[in-house]
């Protein structure tokens, strides 16, 4: 008997599955960061002396930006980017300064909030319709003024035919 593996519990059962989704997840997370490390690469470039700049330092810059902005879109840090060149603070002599992972994440989070207000209004005109039908229904449900005025006299009939003591 001491040959015979016990049967994985349902618990082992959760925690394979759950392990199998944490290492996807893990897997995705370094295929986006691979995707996104070229354009970062790219956008920081000009603001990187690599005689002066030590490896280590741009490796630990990157892995900030990458922090940060992981969660976005190509599209939305291109797009950023793109505003953050046009508007982005410069030096008296017209120069760009470098920017922070933080200065795109506010354009970015600045550009998603009328879409997080449309989708919030939406919402809220969705929940108030569904409260008005269910109100609507509620009142469709109750006895008409005539309807309740029978049930009355139905009720008090019933008590009128019992013999006393019956209520």
Known sequence: MADQQEPPTQITNVSD???KRLQE?????????????PRLMSMLGPFWSRQETPDAILAIDLECWLDVLEVYSDEEIRRAWAEYQRSGP???????YKPDP??????????????????????????????AQA???RRASLPTYERAKEILR????AKTDKPDGDV
Do not use: C, D, F, H
């Open 17 to 19: 599955a759950l392990l």
């Open 25 to 37: 997840a893990r897997r995705r997370k370094e295929e986006r960061r691979n995707r996104l490390n």
């Open 90 to 96: 410069r030096s008296a002599r017209g120069v760009l």
């Open 102 to 131: 933080g200065a795109l994440y506010q354009i970015i989070e600045r550009n998603r909030a009328p879409a997080r207000e449309a989708e919030y209004r939406k919402m809220m005109e969705s929940i108030k319709t569904e409260e």
């Open 135 to 137: 109100e609507a229904e």
């Open 154 to 157: 139905e009720v008090a009939a």
